[in-house]
């Protein structure tokens, strides 16, 4: 009510209205509280999917005055840096009468963007519920742990766990690299938390960077420091649980 700036009876009676002109239960009510029903999950992913084709017409008729059309997308920072720029060339080349507007952020933000409906379509990493979205693999990346060439463990590294007395370099929350690594650690019963330091860095360069600085540890698409493996500056840490 307080951000519909209506009263709540008011809100009430719309939610009333609805339910009578749907004859079914839009919520379900449990003590003070209320959620939505599954016949209101499916008006409420119906109407935001009527909003979104709503943006996307009112976009489309503007490319027909102008004459050309307009695509606009997101992809994440590792994906945009180390995974497309060769196929996004090619695509460009081919539509010479297409403009092109490309969001780089991770991959909660832009799926939020993708659920506005200000983006046309979005390729992110990570984990993600694809029920809400039409979703195709792109491709499939390794996922690995790595360290500076430099690094000294204090003992061999053979698990998970042995990397906890390590400082990690992680990325911000809300990214798909971010996410894998939360969810890997959770099926064995450990958290970030439990690694003797973490810098937090919105930056995939400057983690690179760090990395080939002796400032740590991280877990990396090996797209991303595939150069670096191969000039021998950074390694992979073979894990037996990972």
């Known amino acids: 009510s307080e951000e519909l700036n209506l009263t709540q009876p008011a809100v009430s009676q719309h939610i009333?209205?609805?339910?009578?002109?749907?004859d079914t239960p839009l919520f379900i009510r449990e003590k003070k509280k209320l959620r939505l029903s599954p016949a209101g999950e499916i008006l409420r992913s119906t109407l935001e999917s009527m909003r979104?084709?709503?943006?996307?017409?009112?976009?489309r008729m503007k490319e027909s005055l102008s004459g050309k059309r307009v695509l606009t997308f997101?992809?994440?920072?590792?994906?945009?840096?180390y995974a497309i720029t060769a196929s996004l060339a090619?695509?460009?080349?081919?539509?010479?009468?297409?403009?092109f507007h490309i969001r780089y952020?991770?991959?909660?933000?832009?799926?939020?963007?993708l659920h506005d409906g200000t983006l046309d379509f979005a390729?992110?990493?990570?984990?993600?519920?694809?029920?809400?979205?039409?979703?195709?693999i792109y491709r499939n990346e390794e996922y690995i742990a790595v360290a500076s060439c430099e690094h000294q463990f204090a003992k061999p590294i053979h698990s998970l766990k042995d990397l906890t007395k390590e400082r990690l370099l992680i990325r911000e929350p809300g990214s798909g690299t971010r996410e894998i690594l939360i969810r890997a650690l959770a099926l064995k019963n450990m958290t970030i938390?439990?690694?003797?330091?973490i810098v937090e860095v919105g930056n995939i360069h400057t983690i690179v960077a760090l990395l080939k600085q002796d400032c740590g540890i991280s877990f990396l698409y090996k797209a991303a420091v595939?150069?670096?493996?191969?000039?021998?500056t950074l390694r992979e840490i073979p894990l037996d649980d990972f």
Do not use: W
């Open 193 to 197: 938390a439990e690694f003797a330091h």
């Open 52 to 59: 979104n084709d709503e943006n996307t017409l009112k976009k």
């Open 16 to 22: 009333k209205y609805l339910e009578s002109r749907y």
């Open 74 to 81: 997101g992809v994440t920072m590792t994906i945009g840096e």
């Open 226 to 232: 595939q150069q670096e493996i191969e000039e021998g």
């Open 123 to 136: 390729i992110v990493e990570g984990c993600f519920e694809p029920k809400n979205y039409l979703t195709r």
């Open 90 to 99: 090619e695509f460009i080349k081919k539509h010479p009468d297409t403009d």
């Open 105 to 113: 952020s991770n991959t909660e933000h832009l799926l939020s963007e």
